[in-house]
């Protein structure tokens, strides 16, 4: 499916590990929507992961960018612009760690140190990326800004640690990012609370495939995949959206919303019945 409607647009992805990632398929649509764009991650991602092969494939240039130092994603920002051959219309940050998930430290028994690199890897480097672009009037008016979030910034899922408290704040980042670049440029900024999905970061969560199947049993269309979320992102970044901005858009098949399903009833009732 190909509507060109990214057609003339010019855009940074952050954070297309391998195809799993959900960059990588923002990527994939982007290109196919005829957008041009340049992709970036951190150097040790780039030294581990596949991404040259998204860049032959998008025909677009990798530069490196560790997206918690002011001056990489600066420098990052300026050579854009000049390989691109001009300012920027869309930014995707789809950046996520949390030191004390990938070592297994529970939330009540936080490694600061872990929980600090955490917040300025998945919420603080959305706040510097926007301020670096800002700085450099690297955008253009009508741009659009996404940052990838997930339903535990509002409600608690047992295993999603620190995690949800960098959510919290990365959602925070795009309102109050989202007012000030907007009433002074109009540019817009949201994030997507996106459904479990089964990706590198995502499979990094204790227990992932429970609340995976979990939050698919209770969504009425079921989880939203890594392609259907950056079809959503592709809506974004289009003109048809010029008036959406600071909100945290739920893409999730119904789940948040939804109380219990049928599914889910069945579930329960046959447990019940056999005990
Ligand atoms: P992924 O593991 O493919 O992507 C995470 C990316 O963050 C990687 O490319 C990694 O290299 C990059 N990254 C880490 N530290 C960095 C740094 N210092 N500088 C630059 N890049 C850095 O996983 P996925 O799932 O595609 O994650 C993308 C976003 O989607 C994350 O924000 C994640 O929290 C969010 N999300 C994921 C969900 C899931 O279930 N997979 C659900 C809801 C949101």
Redesign the pocket.
Known sequence: MSNNILKGKKGII?????Q?????KVAEHAHREGAEFIL???PI?LRM?TINQLAEKTNSEVIP????SVEDLTSLFESSVQKLGGKIDFIL?????SVNVRKKRQYYDQNYDWTSKGID??AM?FHKMIQAAWKLDAINEWGSII????IAAQRVFNSYND?ADN?AFLESIARSFGYHYGVRRNVRINTI??????????SG?SG?DTFYNYANDLSPLGNAS?DDCAMYCISLFSDYTRKVTMQNLFHDGGFSFTGMSDKLMDSYSKENSDK
């Open positions: 952050f954070g297309a590990l391998d799993k990632s959900i960059a990588w970036s991650n951190a991602a992961g960018a560790d997206a918690t940050h789809s950046i996520g760690m890897v998945s480097s940052g990838l979030s997930y995690m959510k609370s996106q459904s479990p999905t089964l990706t590198t970061a995502g969560v992932f890594a």
